[in-house]
């Protein structure tokens, strides 16, 4: 396995839609560890750690979101020295 760690930002209709919920829900099923947390501009950002090709299924159902989420953009980036026991909404 190669695990990995990302940070995602995701973009658009995405807070006040059960976005956040919905995240932990597709990362509790793929078991994925991280979090995630509303911004104050309006984004939501993710941390997720898995083996790289569950992350790469995690991010596609972050670009389809729940029902009423309206996303833009989703983007992500590797990051290093961070570790999670499980995935949390913050």
Do not use: H, W
């Amino acid at each position: 396995m190669n695990i990995k760690t990302i940070k995602i930002i995701i973009k658009g209709v995405v807070q006040g839609v059960g976005y956040r919920k919905f995240c932990k829900a597709i990362a509790d099923e793929l078991g994925i560890k991280g979090n995630v947390k509303n911004l104050s501009d309006g984004s939501v950002e993710a941390y997720a750690q898995g083996d790289e090709s569950v992350l790469n299924d995690f991010i596609k159902s972050l670009k389809m979101g729940p029902n009423r989420a309206q996303i833009q953009s989703v983007e992500f980036e590797d990051i290093v020295d961070m570790f999670f026991n499980d995935f949390e909404v913050l």
